[in-house]
């Protein structure tokens, strides 16, 4: 079983920036890909940003120009920067690690863009 630990929510006002953090025990991070989803209020999780064992990158169209996705595989972490933050950012932020049939959660994280 591997565990994902988020970190990184809060509240933030339209136009403000948070970075979320997911970090995973082991070894063998390195040879997950890893993603960020995130769920809303009455709607379905939706792949937010994903990353490859080899860095390879994917957004989605509503994030695109706004978050980026990283990982440090010497700390066993995977990051989600997020600018220009809307209240349509609004969601549970989940962090996922994904190997060969395999997939891990973490608890998620609480983002709220407010005035």
């Known amino acids: 079983q591997v565990q994902l630990v988020e970190s990184g929510g809060g509240l933030v006002q339209p136009g403000g920036s948070l970075r979320l953090s997911c970090g995973a025990p082991g070894n063998i991070f390195s040879i997950f890909d890893m993603g960020w989803y995130r769920q809303a209020p009455g709607k379905q999780r939706e792949l937010v940003a994903s990353?490859?064992?080899?860095?390879?990158?994917t957004y989605a169209d509503s994030v695109k120009g706004r978050f980026t996705i990283s990982r440090d595989n010497a700390k066993n972490t995977v990051y989600l920067q997020m600018n220009s933050l809307k209240p349509e950012d609004t969601a549970v932020y989940y962090c996922?690690?994904?190997?060969?049939?395999?997939?891990?959660w973490g608890q998620g994280t609480q983002v709220t863009v407010s005035s």
């Open positions: 996922n690690a994904h190997l060969w049939s395999n997939d891990y």
């Open positions: 990353i490859t064992s080899g860095g390879r990158t």
